[in-house]
């Protein structure tokens, strides 16, 4: 089992940039394909970025491609989200979750742990 714990979230303008994390604690965190995933109030839950264990590959929703970054740093038990170029509709709350496969989905289902969230408020 894992925990997950995400920070960084706060009021931000538009434009600006911010740094989320996720710290992990419990069984082997290099053992985890980890993700972000973000709900906006009244919306479904949203699908933004995947890594891979070691942290060669990546994967973008669209949405988010060009703008955030995720990284990860496995001595530190940590999964990191860029975000730039933040926009009023980034409003949301952003989680973290943790999957022991790649591909196959990305809806969250694949997911088997997540953090409590984060909010982030981007201001026009």
């Known amino acids: 089992q894992v925990q997950l714990v995400e920070s960084g979230g706060r009021l931000v303008q538009a434009g600006g940039s911010l740094r989320l994390s996720c710290a992990a604690s419990g069984r082997t965190f290099s053992s985890y394909v980890m993700g972000w995933f973000r709900q906006a109030p009244g919306k479904e839950r949203e699908f933004l970025s995947a890594?891979?264990?070691?942290?060669?590959?990546?994967y973008y929703a669209d949405s988010v491609k060009g703008r955030f970054t995720i990284s990860r740093d496995n001595t530190k038990n940590t999964v990191y989200l860029q975000m730039n170029s933040l926009k009023p509709e980034d409003t949301a709350v952003y989680y973290c979750?943790?999957?022991?496969?790649w591909g196959s989905g990305w809806t969250g289902n694949e997911f088997r742990y997540w953090g409590q969230g984060t909010q982030v408020t981007v201001s026009s």
């Open positions: 979750a943790a999957r022991t496969t």
């Open positions: 890594i891979n264990w070691g942290g060669s590959v990546t």
